[in-house]
Structures are given as C-alpha cells and as structure tokens.
C-alpha cells in the first residue's frame, strides 16, 4: 500500500500543450461585453460588477467543489475513495503540470491485459461539486475499461480555480499525458463527462482525434440555466458574468465533434431541467438539437421536422401524433435521437449504471468502426 497514496510517478510531469500562450489582451478583464447594447456608462457599471461578482462569489457558486470548506467536509471520504482506487484497483496518482503553472491531480486505472475493454481508456470528467476520488470513475472501472481521472482546477489536490481557460490547459495536460506517457492511442480515448464536465469532455474531443464522447446529465449553456437560479432583476449581471468569465457553451463544442457520440438525459433530471418535473425544458434537449443540426441540416430545415422533434423530445411515449405529416416526420426522427441519446429513469446525481455503459460504449464502438 502507498504510504498516504501519494503519487506513483515523479511529482510533477509537465507535457507539452496544444493551448497557445495568452496574450495580453486575453488576460484583460474587461475585454469582452455580453450587454453591448446598453449606454456606455450601464455597460462599463456592468462590467465592473460582473468582475467583481466573478472573482468574489460567482466562479464558487458555479463550482461549489473549489470552495474549500466543501472539501474539508469531504475529505475523509475523498481520502477513502482514492484508497480505494489504488487499494483495490492499481490506482496509480500523478500530478501534472499545466501550461499556465497549475498542477492537476490524476490517477490512473490501468485493466490493459486484464480485460478485453482495458485497451479503451475513458478519460473522466467531474461535475461542478465532484472529485476523482468519489466520481464518475468507477463506472467505466467496473465496466472493464482503463480510467483516467481528474480533479479540476482548485478540487482537493489540483491547484488555481476552474476559470474556462484554466479548464483548457488542466484537460490538454490529461490528454497529453494519456497519449504520451501512458500510451494510448487518441483512436482509443473515450471523452466521458457529466454535468459540467461536459463542458472539458467537448474541448478535447473536438482538439483530439478522440474515438468517442460520451455525455451524461450535462447541458448545451451554463447562462439559461443561471439565469433560472438568479432573480430576473439580475438578468444583465448574470449574462455578463458568464459570458465575460464562465461561457460554457457545450453545444457549440459538440457541433464541431464529428466523431461518434451519445449524450445520457436523465428523466427526472432536477438541476438542468429550467421547470423541475417538465422533461420539455431539460436543457439535454437542446444538446441532442445541435448535433441534428449540425449533422442532418436538411432534416430539420422546416418548422414542421422542428415541432415533430420538440414533441417527441418533451414526450417520448405519447402517442402518434394525429396529424399525418408530423407523424412521418417523428417515425424518421425517433431512430436518429435514439442514435445520439437516451433516457435514464434517474434525479441529476445518481451514478450511471454499469449496464447502461457497455451499451453506450457497445453502440459507440459500432458506429465508429462502421
């Protein structure tokens, strides 16, 4: 057993990154407006606000798990679950260093030899208040796949805090190291992210030749579903908020994706669903709309095909529709969202289960050998 499960590889690696260097203009603070068609003095107040709400409270309230008195709370059972993983599956924990001087902390599960799924490693990425330690990992583990695992920017042993660009350089640092120390071929990477690590799971996906994404409970905008949390007084600061400082928009990553990929919505899904109980504003439907956008454009190019997709999106098991049009419209469409998405019976937070897995990965591996 490793003394404290400290790392097995030397302290620090540092890979090289993909990420080019940030400019000074990149750094400004106030380089970017969200509300530009408000008066030059409500735009400028704006701003300094938003900075101000950004770098005080609002970058913790979109990831809870940077706030350090959550991981106090939480580090008896994180220190257990990374026992576990070295324990009772090899683990093996290593810091990497990123090209903007942070240092990310991984660990490495490695069923090469040991399973016929061990040569596939899917590359994990936590939600807004989740760890390596006690995340998504152990269901591809237990699926029989390699795992990588990492905490963000500012999570238990990874250092700075979970800015867009901070997030770049922490998964380009994973994936370097994936391929070039722990050899796996890109072809061979699966991209699994949850929530929002959705958000880093589309970045390298669409910056790595990867083999496949794999999307479960995660959203299309961070900024509708802020905006439902907040009160609609607040609408201007929380636009420039999130996209002066937090834009995570998964779904204009996941149109750049051309590779093999599958999104999980969860029906009972209480955290990106803007109406709780209403499946119709799960924000998961907007992601699967993108991806039909960007690769079957001519489908839906008439408000018929786009009212036929909404209704079979916000009520899979309704009946035919009654109107004959719409109805061939949703027997052409059901097989295609079927093909990009389906529905686990499940709130936000419960863990995919193992069998649901092995058929994405099943159904991914198909498609990208086809």
Same mark, same amino acid.
């Given at each position: $057993?490793?003394?404290?499960?400290?790392?097995?590889?030397?302290?620090?690696?540092?890979?090289?990154?993909? /990420?080019?260097?940030?400019?000074?203009?990149?750094?400004?603070?106030?380089?970017?407006? &969200?509300?530009?068609? !408000?008066?030059?003095?409500?735009?400028?107040?704006?701003?300094?606000?938003?900075?101000?709400?950004?770098?005080?409270?609002?970058?913790?309230?979109?990831?809870?798990?940077?706030?350090?008195?959550?991981?106090?709370?939480?580090?008896? &059972?994180?220190?257990?679950?990374?026992? +576990?993983?070295? %324990?009772?599956?090899?683990?093996?924990?290593?810091?990497?260093?990123?090209?903007?001087?942070?240092?990310?902390?991984?660990?490495?599960?490695?069923?090469?030899?040991?399973?016929?799924?061990?040569?596939?490693? /899917?590359?994990?990425?936590?939600?807004?208040?989740?760890?390596?330690?006690?995340?998504?990992?152990?269901?591809?583990?237990?699926?029989?796949?390699?795992?990588?695992?990492?905490?963000?920017?500012?999570?238990?042993?990874?250092? #700075?805090?979970?800015?867009?660009?901070? %997030?770049?350089?922490?998964?380009?640092? /994973?994936? +370097?190291?994936?391929?070039?120390?722990?050899?796996?071929?890109?072809?061979? @990477?699966?991209?699994?992210?949850?929530?929002? #690590?959705?958000?880093?799971?589309?970045?390298?996906?669409?910056?790595?030749?990867?083999? &496949?994404?794999?999307?479960?409970?995660?959203?299309?905008?961070?900024?509708?579903?802020? %905006?439902?949390? $907040?009160?609609?007084?607040?609408?201007?600061?929380?636009?420039?908020?999130?996209?002066?400082?937090?834009?995570?928009?998964?779904?204009?990553?996941?149109?750049?994706?051309? #590779?093999?990929?599958?999104?999980?919505?969860?029906?009972?899904?209480? @955290?990106?669903?803007?109406?709780?109980?209403?499946?119709?504003?799960?924000?998961?439907?907007?992601?699967? /709309?993108?991806?039909?956008?960007?690769?079957?454009?001519?489908?839906?190019?008439?408000?018929?095909?786009?009212?036929? !997709?909404?209704?079979?999106? &916000?009520?899979?098991?309704?009946?035919?529709?009654?109107?004959?049009?719409?109805?061939?419209?949703?027997?052409?469409?059901?097989?295609?969202?079927?093909k990009y998405m389906r529905d686990l019976r499940s709130t936000h937070c419960s863990p995919l289960p193992e069998a649901?897995?092995?058929?994405?990965?099943?159904?991914? +591996?198909?498609?990208?050998?086809?």
């Open positions: $057993m490793l003394s404290n499960f400290s790392f097995t590889r030397d302290p620090i690696l540092q890979m090289e990154s993909i /990420v080019g260097g940030s400019s000074w203009l990149d750094k400004h603070p106030f380089k970017k407006c &969200a509300n530009l068609h !408000l008066p030059l003095y409500q735009r400028a107040t704006i701003q300094v606000l938003a900075f101000v709400a950004t770098h005080t409270f609002g970058l913790r309230l979109i990831y809870p798990g940077s706030l350090g008195v959550l991981q106090v709370l939480l580090w008896g &059972a994180l220190l257990q679950g990374r026992a +576990q993983l070295v %324990e009772n599956h090899n683990g093996q924990r290593s810091k990497l260093k990123t090209a903007d001087g942070n240092t990310i902390d991984t660990m490495f599960v490695d069923q090469r030899g040991q399973n016929p799924n061990g040569k596939k490693l /899917v590359v994990c990425c936590e939600g807004n208040s989740g760890f390596y330690e006690i995340g998504i990992m152990t269901t591809p583990i237990k699926a029989g796949f390699s795992a990588l695992g990492w905490n963000h920017p500012g999570f238990a042993g990874s250092s #700075g805090l979970p800015y867009p660009s901070q %997030e770049h350089n922490a998964i380009d640092v /994973v994936m +370097q190291f994936a391929i070039n120390e722990l050899g796996f071929l890109p072809d061979d @990477i699966v991209m699994f992210g949850w929530s929002i #690590g959705g958000y880093t799971a589309s970045w390298a996906a669409v910056n790595y030749p990867v083999g &496949a994404l794999v999307l479960d409970a995660t959203f299309d905008d961070l900024l509708p579903l802020a %905006e439902n949390q $907040m009160p609609a007084s607040w609408s201007l600061l929380v636009r420039e908020v999130v996209r002066s400082y937090v834009d995570l928009n998964v779904a204009e990553l996941v149109a750049k994706y051309e #590779g093999p990929v599958h999104l999980v919505r969860r029906t009972e899904d209480e @955290i990106i669903c803007l109406r709780q109980g209403h499946l119709s504003s799960n924000r998961g439907n907007n992601l699967v /709309v993108r991806i039909l956008e960007s690769r079957h454009p001519a489908l839906l190019s008439s408000p018929p095909a786009r009212a036929a !997709l909404a209704r079979l999106l &916000a009520a899979p098991d309704s009946p035919p529709h009654p109107n004959l049009e719409l109805r061939q419209l949703e027997k052409v469409l059901e097989p295609l969202v079927s649901d897995f092995n058929e994405i990965m099943d159904g991914l +591996q198909a498609r990208q050998h086809s």
